[in-house]
T-cell receptor
Framework: AQSVTQLDSHVSVSEGTPVLLRCNYS??????LFWYVQHPNKGLQLLLK??????LVKGINGFEAEFKKSETSFHLTKPSAHMSDAAEYFC?????????FGKGTTLSVSS | EAGVTQFPSHSVIEKGQTVTLRCDPI?????LYWYRRVMGKEIKFLLH????????ESGMPNNRFLAERTGGTYSTLKVQPAELEDSGVYFC??????????????FGPGTRLTVT
């Protein structure tokens, strides 16, 4: 069965410092993985996706994620946090066409 | 290009009443999905339409939920009768036709349903 585990429910960083949001996945075959973001009172927005091409995936707003099969991880990173990055982030695995979501990580950014 | 739209944005109803949620996908997207997030839980898949046909409804919680997509355009999700545990945010998403590729799903802003 496919699943994702987001290891932190809440991450707090200072503006200008690096961001690391951790995600482990479980899949019986080569998965398609995504990161989505939801800002307050907004819909879910796709940040980036991995579909068995390059293992380092670049997304929007300076975010990137690295697919590590040996560690079954797909962590999301950004070199320098901005106040506008404060939101809830979801790690997602695709099962045929349905998406399975992690529980979400709330990112807080302080000035 | 207009995104996925959902109506209403909020709905407050009493237990036992009926509520109908509407989703308008991005024009030309054959695939339409419904998801739900109950408070404190993860977002969960409810069902998937390909055009007007239900491709997968394995996530529908029970027979009080009825989804339709007449004509393969917009979709409605009816809850009848509503129960307290139905409260949550209902998301709709759409994507291009799948043919061996994984297309990203574009999400609407959600409908927040509160059952009192």
């Amino acid at each position: 069965a496919q699943s994702v585990t987001q290891l932190d429910s809440h991450v707090s960083v200072s503006e200008g410092t690096p961001v690391l949001l951790r995600c482990n996945y479980s899949s019986s075959y080569s998965p398609s993985l995504f990161w989505y973001v939801q800002h307050p009172n907004k819909g879910l927005q796709l940040l980036l996706k991995y579909t068995s091409a390059a293992t380092l995936v670049k997304g929007i707003n300076g975010f990137e994620a690295e697919f590590k099969k040996s560690e079954t991880s797909f962590h999301l990173t950004k070199p320098s946090a901005h106040m506008s990055d404060a939101a809830e982030y979801f790690c997602v695995v695709s099962v045929v066409t349905a998406l399975i979501f992690g529980k979400g990580t709330t990112l807080s950014v302080s000035s | 290009e207009a995104g996925v739209t959902q109506f209403p944005s909020h709905s407050v109803i009493e237990k036992g009443q009926t509520v109908t949620l509407r989703c308008d996908p991005i024009s030309g997207h054959d695939n339409l999905y419904w998801y739900r997030r109950v408070m404190g839980k993860e977002i969960k898949f409810l069902l998937h339409f390909v055009k007007e046909s239900k491709q997968d409804e394995s996530g529908m919680p029970n027979n009080r939920f009825l989804a339709e997509r007449t004509g393969g355009t917009y979709s409605t999700l009816k809850v009848q009768p509503a129960e307290l545990e139905d409260s949550g945010v209902y998301f709709c998403a759409s994507s291009h036709r799948t043919s061996g590729k994984t297309y990203e799903q574009y999400f609407g802003p959600g409908t927040r349903l509160t059952v009192t």
